[in-house]
């Protein structure tokens, strides 16, 4: 019927899917999307990863996981980066029998419906690395000024050229993982702690032969709380992927455990 509310398309249950959910100062947001979440995955854990948020997220969180089993929480002392805790989250996870392993932002920019696109072709068996891409065939970028989508583009497109990556999304944060290609991933041996750890997990699954696909995503800026970005996290990106290749050609990358 015309205007009638769409159902949610749900992800396929099979195995133990995990959503890591990195979290600073994102008091406004948390219980909204651990909530929208488990809406399009209802079998899956949701690992909230909070670095000490001096607005109380952390507490937010311990409150939504006592009321709810399928949300955990891990607190940090302090604010480390993105890279660490994502790979703080990665370890739990692998830990506690992960089969899928998700990343997504708790801010909003990522729509947990998309979830189910994801993860499909990973239990499909047709991906090891699922990227929610911006910059794919019907993928589009909202509210976002002409600055921010130059930065976003050009830094996609200066990684690609420099570490000779297909997928044309490299910045994003919006994955699905399956478990065993994360786990043969050399944590140690991680360089980025910025927004460029997405870079340098994209390439060293690559290196490591993992079959990497995109699907289109509608990316909208937060809608409330404030952007992480900052002039260092730019500097860092470009130092990396130029380390990164640098380890390559000189023979020093290490690719699997």
């Given amino acids: 019927m015309e205007g009638a509310e769409q159902p949610i398309e749900r992800a396929p249950s099979p195995g133990a899917i995990w959503v890591i959910l990195p979290t600073y100062d994102e008091a406004e947001n948390v219980a909204t999307a651990t909530a929208a979440i488990l809406a399009v995955v209802p079998s899956a854990t949701v690992l909230v990863v909070d670095d000490n948020s001096p607005d109380g997220t952390g507490a937010i969180a311990d409150e939504l996981a ?6 955990r929480v891990r607190h940090r002392a302090r604010k480390l980066g993105l890279g660490p805790a994502y790979l ?3 370890r739990v996870v692998l830990d506690g029998g992960a089969t899928v392993i ?6 909003g920019s990522h729509d947990p ?5 994801l993860i499909a072709p990973i239990q499909r068996n047709e991906a090891d690395l699922v990227i929610g891409s ?3 065939r019907g993928g589009r970028v909202e509210d976002w000024g002409l600055g921010r989508r130059l930065i976003s583009r050009m830094g996609s497109l200066f990684a690609r050229t420099v570490l000779r990556l297909r997928p044309n999304d490299l910045t994003g944060g919006f994955k699905a993982w399956r478990a065993s290609t994360l786990a043969a991933i050399p944590f140690e041996n991680v360089h980025a702690g910025g927004y460029v750890f997405m870079i340098e997990m994209t390439f060293r699954a690559s290196r490591a032969g993992a079959r990497i696909v995109e699907v289109p ?3 909208r800026d937060r809608l409330l709380g404030r952007s992480k970005m900052s002039r260092r996290i ?3 990106a470009l130092i990396v992927v130029v380390r990164l290749r640098a380890d390559e050609l000189l023979g020093r990358l ?3 455990r």
């Fill in 113 to 117: 419906t998309a979830l189910a696109s």
């Fill in 234 to 236: 730019i500097a860092e």
């Fill in 254 to 256: 290490r690719t699997s």
């Fill in 134 to 136: 911006r910059y794919a």
């Fill in 217 to 219: 995503i509608v990316f």
């Fill in 102 to 107: 998700c990343q997504i932002d708790a801010d």
């Fill in 66 to 71: 006592a009321r709810d089993p399928r949300i």
């Fill in 88 to 90: 703080d989250g990665f």
